[in-house]
């Protein structure tokens, strides 16, 4: 394993680092994996490099069925084999999320509906949000907990800021990583602060809302609040 000491990509921290596939090489099944190119890494400390394994299960069977052609076969029966492998995380998945088909501005799609329990919330919005933290280095070349902090965003909590949102994903401009499985954009909306929206296997959507420290403050968001929208942030 490469290691070397400096600022971990993720932290800030200065650390012995090693360099860390970011999203998770489990995400993908080892029949998609050895198709890849290089595969998009990060240097990071050992605090965020482990005990990752859990988090990144429960990102992997919650984004994975909803990948589209041509991974969908294969990544639904590595899933299923984690599920099989992990009696616990299969119960959670079970009894927490459901299927719908929903109409998106790309057209009608499957989309996983999910309500977790808290701790399990927690933990996706901490796996998803690293492979956020990973791109933003890769784009901007400086942790991105120096000066920000990450939520998961609702678009829809407003009309004015959905379509801002919309406008923004238009303009992009997009890029990928791991040979087009993933493409993302970071884009300022002009009545908010800058979102993150990555979207894995062509089909699923993660929004995040990056804002300067203190945002809680500016905008006026009480901490009451967020217990009630939960760790998915606002
Ligand atoms: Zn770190």
Redesign the pocket.
């Known amino acids: 394993m490469k290691r070397k000491t400096g600022n ?1 990509q ?2 800030g ?1 200065e ?1 012995e680092l090693t360099k860390d596939h970011l999203p998770q090489k489990g995400l993908y099944p080892s029949s998609i994996r050895s198709s890849l190119g290089n595969l998009n890494t990060v240097w ?2 050992a ?2 490099n482990n005990s990752q394994n859990l988090i990144d299960e429960v990102v992997k069977v919650i984004v994975g069925p909803m990948a589209t052609a041509p991974w969908k076969s294969e990544i639904e029966k590595s899933v299923s084999r984690t599920l099989e492998n992990n009696h616990k995380l299969k119960k959670m998945f079970d009894e927490h999320t459901r299927f719908e088909v929903i109409d998106t501005a790309q057209g009608r799609r499957e989309a996983g509906i999910f309500k977790l329990p808290p701790d399990k919330a927690k933990q996706f919005v901490a796996g998803v949000a690293r492979i956020a933290k990973g791109l933003f280095f890769q784009q901007y070349g400086v942790p991105l907990v120096e000066k920000y902090e990450i939520s998961l965003f609702h678009p829809q909590a407003t009309d004015e800021l959905q379509s801002e949102l919309e406008t923004a994903m238009m303009k992009g401009p997009w890029k990928s990583v791991n040979d087009g499985t993933i493409h993302y954009c970071f884009s300022r909306l002009p009545s908010y602060g800058m979102v993150c929206v990555i979207n894995l296997f062509e089909n699923v959507e993660l929004c995040f809302s990056i804002l300067e420290k203190g945002w809680r403050e500016k905008y006026g968001i009480s901490n009451a609040l967020l217990e009630e929208y939960g760790p998915y942030g606002i």
């Open positions: 971990c993720l932290c921290e650390a990071a400390c605090p965020c």
